[in-house]
């Protein structure tokens, strides 16, 4: 690790897939002895669900859930999964969280596995897992680590070509000095002040 700060998700959009696939071996919360489970999936402030699946402790989704990634939008991934209970309110059935860096993202496809159910308290009865897939796709013509170039009525100003602590290295002789310096002066119109 150099120390420096990853750069953020802020100069990364673009969209995120989040492919529900399946889970397996669900707690059973209605009489029958099953569930009737759909998955409820949050980034930043956007939720999205899926379709229900009735009477089944071992759903199978098949579900693209894609999300158009924001600036700002968090890194964090929740991923809940409810029993639906017909106008009444859902009974829990696991989550879980996933955390994503910025190198993550950069890879397309982020990972593919089988996640084990987590409670959210301690009274949660919770038991199986979720099989989910995320892929990442960064918006045409950004990247991690680069802003936009300026466009060109700009460039001039905004580049720097003598910078003040570099103009100690320059081995110059006395009589030239002048032709140097000029020469400069003329390269980085936008620029005198850095040359004393």
Same mark, same amino acid.
């Given at each position: 690790s150099?120390?420096q =700060?990853?750069?953020?998700?802020?100069a990364?959009?673009g969209?995120l #897939?989040? +492919?529900?696939?399946e889970?397996?071996?669900?707690?059973?919360?209605?009489?029958?002895?099953k569930?009737?489970?759909?998955?409820?999936?949050?980034?930043g402030?956007?939720?999205?669900?899926?379709k229900?699946?009735?009477?089944?402790l071992?759903?199978?989704?098949?579900e693209?859930?894609?999300y158009?990634?924001?600036?700002?939008?968090?890194?964090?991934?929740?991923?809940?999964?409810?029993?639906?209970?017909?106008g009444?309110d859902?009974?829990?059935?696991g *989550?879980?969280?996933?955390?994503? =860096?910025?190198?993550?993202l950069q890879?397309?496809e982020?990972? *593919? *596995?089988?996640?084990?159910?987590e409670?959210r308290?301690?009274?949660?009865?919770?038991?199986?897992s979720?099989?989910?897939?995320?892929s990442? *796709?960064p918006d045409?013509? #950004?990247?991690?680590?680069t802003?936009?170039?300026?466009? +060109?009525n700009t460039?001039?100003?905004s580049?720097? #070509?003598?910078?003040?602590?570099?103009?100690?290295?320059?081995?110059?002789?006395?009589?030239?000095? =002048?032709?140097v310096? =000029?020469g400069?002066?003329?390269?980085?119109?936008?620029?005198?002040?850095?040359?004393?």
């Amino acid at each position: 690790s150099t120390g420096q =700060s990853s750069p953020s998700l802020s100069a990364m959009p673009g969209t995120l #897939t989040l +492919s529900v696939i399946e889970a397996k071996d669900l707690a059973a919360k209605d009489d029958n002895g099953k569930s009737d489970p759909y998955a409820e999936c949050t980034i930043g402030s956007i939720r999205k669900k899926t379709k229900i699946i009735y009477k089944t402790l071992n759903p199978k989704w098949n579900e693209d859930l894609v999300y158009e990634v924001p600036k700002d939008v968090p890194k964090k991934i929740l991923v809940s999964l409810w029993d639906d209970d017909e106008g009444e309110d859902p009974d829990f059935l696991g *989550q879980v969280n996933i955390e994503l =860096s910025p190198s993550d993202l950069q890879k397309g496809e982020v990972f *593919q *596995q089988w996640l084990n159910l987590e409670k959210r308290s301690r009274r949660s009865h919770v038991s199986g897992s979720v099989h989910l897939r995320i892929s990442y *796709q960064p918006d045409k013509g #950004t990247s991690s680590a680069t802003t936009p170039a300026p466009s +060109s009525n700009t460039l001039a100003t905004s580049t720097k #070509t003598i910078a003040p602590d570099h103009r100690a290295s320059l081995k110059i002789s006395g009589n030239n000095v =002048s032709d140097v310096l =000029s020469g400069a002066l003329k390269i980085s119109s936008g620029n005198a002040n850095l040359v004393k």
